[in-house]
Every structure is written in structure tokens, then in C-alpha cells.
């Protein structure tokens, strides 16, 4: 496409009309507009889908990268006419959606043929149509182009009556991909050339008087021999059964200023080779292979090829992949094969020899070969002696040939020395594959030089030749064959663009009117980068060939393309880390480039190319087929000196053959006919629009249509203007220049006031006017010179004197035109309306019979008038019955196509449920409701075929074989049930109801999805919730402590976590929310026994501390000798550690903490009481420090105040210390907190947990953080409960209180003394010996080990 647009400008008036939005699915989708807002269309399809287009997105062609183009909106007219438009130079609105919209109408209606500018668009309807009768060949003859509906003929009646005009040749180029009727509509082109030259001819021999001979014209005899080529050169692929694996220039010549064929040429090109040795699963060899093996087996193949096959084609290595074609009878296209060689005049020993040959490829196939020491031999020894006799050679030379490598390789001295190597059966395999192909494409060469030699005519002057070529091929690989192909797509696109752009564009500046260029596609570059010298990508791989075995190829071939291109717009450089792709989604690599055509990007995989375009056999070999004794396998290896001498590879040959075939076509008058094949299931009346859109786009037609419709398309030249409507020239102009003259009569009153300035262009040499001007001009001057014809047809007759027989002629052509209009619209089958026509050719003939009773031939003429008028009405009925009826199809055939893409949108919903049962249930509801479409459009099918069969059968028309007999059979299975079409309607809505319930069952179906996935959702929180709860528990601590219990539990509720994940993806909620509940209670286990375990770690640590209290306080006991007053709440104390310790296990850890508890408070009860009593002992020993420090104070005064004591001093340096020190055990709660319930929700609130998270909470104090059981911090009571401070004054003794301190302080030390220590102290006192006795008395009464 040259432009790519929204068309118009889309504005908030737009709202509530029509339009087409592109839709990778249907192409394009009708919906009606309900907002433009802010550059966004919004629009919706009846289908209820809404859709927002950016008005601003840049819109590109769809290139293989892209996933989904952004949607493209256009204005939508719909069509005024129950036909479409036949030319589409006159849509009123002219883009792609309409031009889509009007093909897919008139292809409903049946109506396969669609003019557009130069190019006939045809549509492959898959079922034989009426239309190519003699009859209707009979209404196409010499009427005027554009005066009837568009059609293949009419093509080739212009092309005719061209070359009659104008003595120019003629060309025809048809193009279209495989299977969309190239081959179809050229052999319908020949026919009617073949027959119009006849009828011509004779009558030009009529009027000449001369005779004409009786036999088959040349022409006839062409497209006689027309199965030959197809047998030879045409297999069943997967996309056509008779795909032709060749292209063909067919020539018919015509004797100079005659309509008489006298000649005719057949040019073929670049015939698929590799297929002869292997074929992809599914499709077949030559359709000649099986036709041999048939004809052997019916015993009519004549010769020794007749005895030497055997076995049906399963057997044989070339045919085995596919043997046969639905509705092909290889045995009768056997008969049409020879009745084709008979129309060349090949017969008796001739037509032996190519059946041995093409025997002979056959049977190679089957030849094996063994290994044989280093080389190898033949393993299968009558394969080989069937095909060496077959061919007339040697059956050991040939072995020896296959079997061995013969090279020419330079020796000393410039020598050239001849080197035998031997074959592994691998080569000896791929030698014998190269012999069978070269064998076949030659024998196919010289059927085609045969086929010449028989038709062609030195004398030729002009032609029309017609081009059947290959469309474009972009295939999963594509090769060596396929960049020739699309090479020659590239130059004919090129020709196409030349004469049909470039010609407008020229024409329009040579004329001197305004004229927009730009928008003219130039694929030249493209062309060059393929095949300019040197270094085009086929001029380089042909030089690489020279090269001779050093020549590179694959990767490093394509090094060297890469480096010559890799900056053309038109080339990109591929391999591992491209973002192409091969057309199978696989990567490309470093053998592959890609080419952007004008069709689009294809990647080019080069593997084997210099060996396939070599395309040599080794001389040895060719050296002994040379030899052969038949003289056909001789002509096809002639002399190999002549062969060498030319040097010839398949590029120089194939790109000479392009170059001359190109000139050719731009040298004649060329017209296109563009094939559009309309789905790839070859079923009828079905349409696939993405793909009949892409072939539109590929084929060059939309952009030719925007050109053309941009100007004036139609011209005229000044001269051929002032003849044709000289009725206009103003009366008295003396006016001599025709472009002055022409303008003067488009301003005379009656064009000028129905024609505007603005409709037309005066040229330099034409009138240029826009489409529907030249219409309105004819009809004008019509109307003006309708009462002068009158008169002068009156003149006429008078002057003729037989008014009664110009009546009856005139009856005569009402009669022709009632009839024909019955064969041209197919209402010829009709029994009522035949039985009419046929009765009034009786009345006609016998009013001619009366011509010269002139009472009774009026008598006769009045009643055959009368006939007439009733049949002419029949036939007016019949038609509109039919158009009524097949308007009606064409309405059920829209509903259903349209219902079947929701079925196909309802499958992918189904294709995207998770639910199988779910996915299940949609997909059965799609094929219950595509089972009722199904059967709504077959039987409307047949219905249709009623018609279509019936007018076929009487038609005579010509047609392919299988079609006829497909045509055949669909009218044995014809309803004998005549049903109306509000059965059929009936029946279709039952079938939209099926189709209604299985959108509402998928909008029921995606709530439950929409559901399902919410609730995952809240699944998945909840998962994720008790995870974060699971991740608190400090389950190394557990395991440092040797619990196990606790990461077991963990590990438990991780699993059902880990389950819970697992039953997300299941379709049920039912289960998922058990395993989620599941988890959750596990979680909430594992939390409840990591809490309860700390509980009990705790208790044990209490336990201990108790323990060891014990122990102190024990000890405490019995150095103060409290035995009496403490023992029994020591022994009470342990036995309740003791009971507690029994329970340390109950599994209730309650009942622990409780024992625990009891513990804890007997043993603080017993420090207690322990405390007391040391304190009242305490006391006791004061009162007595007391008493002897009086004694010390006195002693001092006396002894001159000295102060107190060096003794006393130094015991009174330290801190005060408590005598007894009860380390209090941590308190715990009474009762463990109860575990928390589990959450019956399936939506947890994280519970608070009673455990610190492990980051939060030091590792060794798991209770910390827990409010209920906080430990308390031991406080430590100064001793005896009541402080010195107090006591000094109680005592009065504030004087001293520094050094009551000090002794108070070291009153420990005073009760440790020895009597070493007195003795030292007394000594350094300067104590009297009788204080020094008594310092050790009070000593001694303090409880230190002193002897006083
Ligand atoms: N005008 C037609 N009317 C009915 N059926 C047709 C018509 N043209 C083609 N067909 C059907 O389409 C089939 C394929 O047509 P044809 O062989 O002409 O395709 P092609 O374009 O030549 O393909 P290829 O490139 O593979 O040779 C025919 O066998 C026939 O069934
Ligand atoms: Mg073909």
C-alpha cells in the first residue's frame, strides 16, 4: 500500500455512523461510532466488542515482527447496488475496507470478476460457474469493453480486438499465489481466443468467399495439447492439486491484418527440478509418474516402459510420499495425456520414447547402492538394468558411472591429467538424483521444443501472449527456487508499476496537468540489489560459480552478500541475533538474508545454491547418456563441447529468459488479471479476508486503484473526441485546432450543464475527465441524435421495402437478447424458462418460413411478438427470482460467516479457560453451533448449486476436469426436499440461537474465571500472610535446644503452604480454599507449639535457677546453723522442684509452669525466711560490735584520742555488702496462655503473635519480648533489711561514721581474721595486750577463728 491512513478526519459529528475497523482476524469489522474525544475514535462492532483508536498511533503496514498492528478506522458507505460496483474506479469511497467489502459481496453473488483501472481482479470460487459457455463467449465477441460485466473474456476480447485495432501485440500477465486460478483462467483465455479467431476467421472467409478448412485450428490444437505440459510439469502440492512447477509464456500468433491464428509458441520457465527426487509429506512427484503406474497397470502403456513398470506408485522411492489426488483419475489424465501428445502429432514410436524416458527418472529412484571397500556398488541390480535399458545405455557403465568420480585437474606442466576417484553410496545416491533430475527437466525442455516445433511459425507478426507465472512464495525455507520466483514477482511488479504508475504519471506531465508523484511505489532498488551486475545477489552467486570447486557457498556465500548490501534499504543482514524470523517462527542464521520486497520481507535460506545453479552433470556421466541408443535421450544430451561452451548455470539462463520475457511485455499492450485465491481449504463460497487483503495489497491493485482515482482515469485524444462527438460542435465554428474545438464542445449548453469545469482536464493531446464523465457525454449526445436516428432508420427500411422482415429481425435479436441474457445471468437451466425461448425459435423460424405470404407473416408476427414479450418477461422473472435468491444467500452467507468468527473468537475464550470441564463445555458448545452453520451453509450451497448445476450443464462450458465432475457430484446429493427460505431461515436461526447461548454460556464461563482468579488472589494473600507469621518462629533457637517438636511443626506447615501454592493453579475453589485452611491451621499449630515449648524452656530455666538457689541457700543454712528454722522449707522447696521436674514432659505444658511456679515461690520463701534469720543473727552480731567498739572508743580516749584504731580503718575501706543474697527466680504466669484458636476464616488476620520475630528478639532470651512473662530483675536488699546509715543513728555514733563505714564495710573481713592477722593488727595498733585480748575476743564473737 502507498499510504496508510484513518481516512478523513474523524470529528464528534461522525458519532452514530458507520465504520470499518481493521481486525487481524476479519480483516475488517463493521461497527458504528460512539465517541470521538481527544483523537480517539471509539466504536462498536455489532458483536458488542468495543474499540478505542488512537488517532495519533503512526500506522504501519504489518511487518512478521510485529505481534498486533495498533486498528485502523475508515468511513464505511455502504453499497447502493445488489450487484456491488463491477468497476471499482466508481466506489463512491475508495479505500481498502470498501474495496474488501465489494469483492466479498460480488464473490457471494457469485460474481467472482471485478474490474479495477487495468487490472481484472478474479476470484477463485472453488465451484464451477456457468459463465464460460459458448453463449456467453457469443456476448463477449466484439462488444465494446466496459458495455458488460467484468470477466476474464472480456480481457481477452480486448487483447483480440486491440490486436485487430491496432496491429500492436498483446500481452496478458497473470499473476496470483499457488492455487488462486492462474492456470484456470490462461486456458480459459486461450479458449476463447481459440474460439473467437475461428468464428472470425470464417466469417471473414464468408465475406471473402473463400473456404475455410473443416479440422481443428491451431489453436485448438494448442490448447488440445494443453495436459501434455500439466502432466509433465504440473504435481498436487499442499495448497493446489495441480499446481503448475513451471511458468509459461503461451503465444498465439496471428497471420498479419487477419484474425486467424496461424501459429503460437510456448515459452516455459525455471521448472521446479528437486521434486522429481523428493517431495514434502503430503504432496506428490509429476503427475506423470502416476499416470505411468496407472496406464501400466490398466495395461495401455504402450512400449517397453508398459512392461518395465510394475507395482503400483507406493512402491517406488520417487512417488511414495503421497500417491493420490481426491477426484483425479491418474488413469483418464493418462488418455488426456496422449490425446495431448496426438494434438502434437507425436504417435507410435515418438510417443514410446517419452514414456521410456520419463520410465527411466522413475526407476532410477529405486536404484540402491552398498558400500564396496572405499567406494561403493550397486545393491540393487534391476532398478538399474530397467532404467540403463530404458534410457538405451550400458546398465555396468551406468553402475560404473554412478559408482565413480571422474575429475580434470591441472598437472605439472599445465597437463591436464584425468583423475578416478570412487563414490561413497552417499555420492553414488546424490549423483543418480542429479542424473534423474537433469534426465527430467531436459526431457520436459524437448516436450516444450516439440510442442514449438509443431505450432510455431517462422512468419509470426503479432501475438497475444498470455504469462502464467508463480506468485509470490514465501515458504517455511526459502532457496535457491525461491528467490527466482520472487525475483520475477519483483520484475513483473516492476512492468506492472511501469505501465501502470509510471505511464499515469508520465501521461499526466506530457499533458501538462498537476500531478502528485510521490506516491507512485518504485521497486527498482529492489531489482538491482537482486540482479544488477556485478555484484546483485544473482550476478554474485553466478560469479562465485566460476570459481569452480573452491566456490563458497551457505554462510560464507552469504559474508560476501552481506558485505556488497548491507547498507541497501532494500537487504538486512541476518543470523543468530537478528530479530527476523524464518516464516516457521525458527531463528535465522548465519546462511540467511532477507530481502524486503514489495510484497513484504522474506528470509532467503542459502544452502546448496552454487550446486543447484551449476546445475551441471559430471562430464562422465553426461558422457554416457550421450552415448545412449534412443535417439530422444541423445536430443536431450547433445554434444557436450556445445553444452560447456555456453557456460551455462540456471541464474545467467534464467535472468537472459527474464530480460527477454520483460521486454517482450513492455513492448506489447499489457493487461493484467490479478487472481485472488480466496481461502486456503478450497472450499466454495467462502472467503478469507485478511488473506484476500494481503493478496490485494501484495498484488499491487489497492495502490493502483488510489492512483487512478487520485486523477482523471478517463482519456481521450482531441481528434477521437471531436469524431465522437462531433453532435456538440458549436454551429458555424470555423475552429481547426481539435484541443480549441474539443473545449468549445464541452462548454455547449446541454454538456455544460450537466458536466462541470471541475469533471475535466484539457490536456496537451487528451481530454482528461474523471470516471463517470464519458457516461454522461454518450448519454447526452444520445438523447440529442436519438430523433435523427429514428429518422434515418426509417429512411432505411422504407428504402429496403420490407418493413415485415426488419420486423422480424428485430423480433430475431429480442429473441438473441432474451436468450442470452438467460445464459449470461444462468437462467437458461430453468425448464419453464428454456421451454419459452424454445418456443418462440419455432414461431421465429416459422414466421421466416411465411416471409413472402405477407397476411400470414404478419398473423405469425403479431402471435411471435406476443411470445416473445411473455419469454422475454419469464426470462425477467427467472432473474430476478435468481438475483432475489441469491441476494437471500448471500445475506444467510454474511450471518453465517460472521457467526462462525464469533465461534472462532468463542474458541480462543475456550482455548484461554482453566477450567478443563469449563474449556470443554465452550468448545462442544462451538462445535454443536459451527456443526448447525456447517449444515445451514451446505445446504445453501446446494440450493445454489441447483441453479448453477443446472445452467453448467446445459452451458457446454469448458472447465477444468475436476470441477466438472465435482459439479457432477454435488448435483447427485441435491435435496429432492424443496424448502423455502424461511425454512432455511428458520434452521439458520437456530443455529445463531446455538451461537447466542454459546456466548452467553463464555460470558457465564469468564465471570467464573474472573471469580476464580480473585479468589486466587485472596488465596495467595492469605498464603503469604501465614508465611510471614511461619518466618517469626526462631527455629534455630528450637534446634540449638534440641526441640525437634518445634521444627517439625514448622516444617509441617511449611509443606501445607507449599501444597496450598501447588492447588492455586486449580480450577476448583473448593479444594484450594481446604489447602489454604489447611495451611493456615498448620501455621497456627506451629506457632501455638513454639510458643508453648518456649513456655517450657522457661519453666526448666526457673527449675535450674531454683535448683541452684537451693543449693546456696542450703549451704547458707548450714553455715548460719538454721537447720532448725529453714530445713523443712528447703526440703519443701526441692521436693516441689523435684515434682515439677516430673512433669517436665506432660505434654500440658500448663501443668509445668504451674509446678514450676510453686517452685519458684517456695524456694523465694525460703530465701526469705533464710534472710530473716541471717539478718535477726545479723543483728545480734551488730549489737555486740556495738558493744565492743564502745569498749575500742573508750580504750582510744584514754589512750590520747587517737582515733579510732589502724585495725578498724582498714576493715572499714570496702563497699557494704548484704550478707545474704537470694537470687530470685524469674516469675511465670500461673496458666499458659491458651493457644489461638484457629481462624475459621479462610482470610486470616495475622494473628498478634505472643513470640518476638527472630530479628527483633535476642536468640537466648525467647521470652523477652513477651509481656505475660517478663522476668524480674533479682534485687539485691542491703543486709539485715535496715541500713549503717540508720543504725549509726540510732546510735548516736554520727562522729565515727566514716570509719563505721569503712568497718562496716570489712566487717567480712573481721569475721575472716585469723589469729595471725589479729596479732599483726594489734601490733600495729599498739594495742596493750589486754585490748589486744579483747579485740580478739570481740573478734572471736563475731565469728572469725581466733584462739583469744
Ligand atoms: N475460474 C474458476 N472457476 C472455478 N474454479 C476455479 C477457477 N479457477 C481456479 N479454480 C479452482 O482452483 C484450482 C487451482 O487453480 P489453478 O491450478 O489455476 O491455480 P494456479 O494459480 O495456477 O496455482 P499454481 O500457482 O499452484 O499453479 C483449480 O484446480 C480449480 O479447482
Ligand atoms: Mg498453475
Known sequence: MSKMNHSTQWSSSDVGGLCWVSDPAQAYIEARVTSVEKGVVRAEASDGRTFDVDLQLPLKPPSRKQKEPPRRILQRVPLTTNNGVENMDNLQSLQEASILDNIQHRFRMDLIYTNTGPILIAMNPFKWLPIYGDDVIGRYH???????????????????????????????????????????????????????????????????????????????????????????????????????????????????????????????LLLEKVRVVEQSSGERNYHIFYQLCAAAKAGKLPGQAGKALTGDASTHIYSKTCTSVDDMDDSEEFDATVAALD??????????????????????????????????????????????????????????????????????????????????????????????????????????????????????????????????????????????????????????????????????????????????????????LLTKRPIGILRLLDSECSRGFVASDGAKLVAKVNKAHASSPFFEVCGPASVWRRKDGSRTEDADFLVH?????????????????????????????????????????????????????????????????????????????????????????????????????????????????????????????????????????????????????????????????SAYRLGASKLFMQ??????????????????????????????????????????????????????????????????????????????????????????????????????????????????????????????????????ALRTIANGLYAPRDAEGLTDACVDAEGKLGACRTELLTVAAQWDQGALALSGSQGPHSLRKGAMQSMKNISSKQDTHEHRRARLDTALKSVREAESLSQKMLERQRLLDEARREFQAALDAASERL???????????????????????????????????????????????????????????????????????????????????????????????????????????????????????????????????????????????????????????????????????????????????????????????VKRVSTVPVEAPPPPPVQPRIIPKAPKSPLTPRNVSPPDTPAAATPATVTKTSVQTPAGGHTLDSWIAAKNLGKYATQLHDLAGDLHDLQEMTDADADELAQECAMPKLAARRFKKALLELGAPVHP
Open 597 to 757: 520486497h514489495f510484497a513484504g520481507p522474506i528470509v532467503y535460506t542459502v544452502s546448496s545454491f552454487v550446486e543447484k545453479n551449476r546445475d551441471a552433470l559430471f562430464p562422465h556421466v553426461y558422457d554416457v547418456l550421450h552415448a545412449s541408443s534412443d535417439s530422444l535421450i541423445q536430443a536431450c544430451f547433445p554434444e557436450r563441447e556445445e553444452v560447456q561452451s555456453k557456460k551455462e548455470t540456471v541464474a545467467n539462463k534464467y535472468l537472459s529468459q527474464l530480460a527477454s520475457l520483460t521486454a517482450t511485455l513492455r513492448e506489447s499492450s499489457t493487461r493484467f488479471v490479478r487472481c485472488i485465491k480466496t481461502n486456503s481449504e478450497k472450499q466454495p463460497q467462502k472467503l478469507d479476508k485478511p488473506a484476500v487483503l494481503s493478496q490485494l495489497v501484495c498484488s499491487g491493485v489497492m495502490a493502483a486503484l488510489e492512483v487512478r482515482r487520485a486523477g482523471f482515469p478517463t482519456r481521450v485524444p482531441y481528434r477521437e473526441f471531436v469524431r465522437e462527438f462531433r453532435a456538440f460542435t458549436p454551429r458555424g465554428a470555423a475552429i481547426t485546432d481539435p484541443k480549441q474545438l474539443a473545449h468549445a464542445m464541452m462548454r455547449h449548453p446541454h454538456v455544460a450543464e450537466r458536466v462541470p469545469s
Open 343 to 528: 494434438a502434437l502429432g507425436v504417435k507410435g514410436a515418438e510417443l514410446e520414447a517419452i514414456f521410456r524416458a520419463a520410465a527411466a527418472v522413475y526407476v532410477l529412484g529405486d536404484v540402491e547402492f552398498a558400500e564396496d571397500g572405499d567406494g561403493s556398488k550397486i545393491s540393487t541390480q534391476a532398478p538399474l538394468d530397467t532404467a540403463a535399458s530404458l534410457l538405451g545405455v550400458s546398465s555396468s557403465k551406468l553402475a560404473q558411472a554412478l559408482c565413480t568420480r571422474v575429475r580434470d585437474v591441472a598437472g605439472e606442466g599445465g597437463v591436464r591429467d584425468i583423475v578416478t576417484t570412487q563414490n561413497t553410496p552417499e555420492e553414488a545416491s546424490t549423483l543418480r538424483h542429479a542424473l534423474a533430475k537433469a534426465t527430467f527437466s531436459r526431457l520436459f525442455d524437448w516436450l516444450v521444443q516439440r510442442a514449438n516445433k509443431a505450432f510455431d511459425k517462422s512468419d509470426q507478426s503479432q501475438f497475444i501472449g498470455i504469462l502464467d507465472i508463480f506468485g509470490f512464495e514465501d515458504m517455511a525455507t526459502n532457496g535457491f527456487e525461491q528467490v527466482f520466483i520472487n525475483t520475477t514477482n519483483e520484475q513483473l511488479q516492476k512492468v506492472f508499476n511501469d505501465l501502470v504508475f509510471e505511464a499515469e504519471a508520465e501521461e499526466y506531465t506530457r499533458e501538462g496537468i498537476d500531478w502528485d508523484k510521490t506516491c507512485f511505489p518504485d521497486n527498482t532498488p529492489c531489482i538491482e
Open 771 to 904: 470516471s463517470e464523465v464519458l457516461y454522461q457525454l454518450q448519454s447526452i449526445r444520445n438523447a440529442m441524435l436519438y430523433p435523427f436516428v429514428r429518422r434515418l432508420q426509417r429512411w432505411w427500411v422504407k428504402l429496403q421495402g420490407s418493413i415485415l422482415q426488419r420486423k422480424l429481425k428485430r423480433c430475431g435479436a429480442d429473441l438473441r437478447d432474451a436468450s442470452s441474457e438467460a445464459a449470461i445471468k444462468g437462467v437458461n437451466c430453468v425448464a419453464f424458462v428454456r421451454d419459452a425461448l424454445q418456443k418462440c425459435e419455432a414461431s421465429l423460424a416459422k414466421a421466416n418460413l411465411l416471409i413472402n405470404k405477407p397476411a400470414e407473416a404478419a398473423e405469425a408476427l403479431s402471435s411471435l411478438r406476443a411470445e416473445i414479450a411473455k419469454a422475454t418477461e419469464i426470462v425477467k422473472a427467472a432473474v430476478q427470482k435468481k438475483e432475489e435468491a441469491y441476494r437471500i444467500r448471500a445475506e444467510f452467507l454474511a450471518e453465517i460467516d460472521d457467526a462462525y468468527s464469533r465461534c472462532k
Open 1031 to 1221: 518466618a517469626i518462629i526462631p527455629v534455630e533457637q528450637f534446634i540449638i535446644q534440641g526441640i525437634r517438636a518445634v521444627p517439625d511443626a514448622v516444617v509441617e506447615a511449611r509443606d501445607a503452604i507449599y501444597e496450598a501454592q501447588k492447588t492455586l493453579q486449580g480450577s476448583d475453589s473448593a479444594p484450594i480454599k481446604e489447602a489454604v485452611t489447611n495451611a493456615q491451621a498448620s501455621v497456627d499449630k506451629a506457632l501455638a507449639r513454639a510458643e508453648s515449648e518456649a513456655l517450657r524452656l522457661r519453666a526448666m530455666t526457673d527449675l535450674d535457677e531454683c535448683e541452684k538457689t537451693l543449693v546456696q541457700i542450703g549451704h547458707e543454712v548450714r553455715e548460719g546453723g538454721f537447720e532448725e528454722r529453714i530445713g523443712d522449707l528447703l526440703t519443701h522447696g526441692e521436693k516441689l522442684v523435684q515434682d515439677a521436674r516430673a512433669v517436665a514432659d506432660a505434654p500440658d505444658v500448663a501443668t509445668l509452669v504451674r509446678a514450676a511456679r510453686g517452685a519458684v515461690d517456695a524456694v523465694n520463701h525460703a530465701g526469705e525466711q533464710l534472710e530473716k534469720a541471717q539478718a535477726q543473727k545479723r543483728a545480734e552480731e551488730k549489737a555486740r560490735f556495738n558493744k565492743l567498739l564502745g569498749r575500742f572508743q573508750r580504750m582510744d580516749e584514754a589512750n590520747s584520742g587517737r582515733g579510732v584504731p589502724k585495725f578498724a580503718r582498714k576493715a572499714g575501706g570496702g563497699v557494704q555488702k548484704p550478707l545474704f543474697k
Open 142 to 268: 466484439n462488444a465494446p469493453y466496459g458495455s458488460l460485466p467484468p470477466h476474464c473474456f472480456q480481457e481477452a476480447e480486448d487483447a483480440f480486438s486491440s490486436l485487430q485495432k491496432t496491429r500492436r501485440n498483446q500481452a496478458v500477465v497473470i499473476c496470483g499465489e499457488s492455487g488462486a486460478g492462474k492456470t484456470e483462467t490462461t486456458k480459459l483465455m486461450l479458449h476463447y481466443l481459440a474460439v473467437v479467431s475461428k468464428r472470425q476467421s470464417a466469417r471473414d472467409a464468408k465475406l471473402k468467399g473463400t473456404t475455410q478448412s473443416t479440422g481443428p485450428t491451431i489453436a485448438e490444437r494448442m490448447v488440445a495439447s494443453n495436459p501434455l505440459l500439466e502432466a509433465f510439469g504440473n504435481a498436487k502440492t499442499l495448497r493446489n492439486d495441480n499446481s503448475s512447477r513451471f511458468g509459461k509464456f503461451t503465444r498465439f500468433d496471428f497471420e498479419r491484418n487477419s484474425s486467424t491464428i496461424n501459429g503460437g509458441h510456448i515459452e516455459n
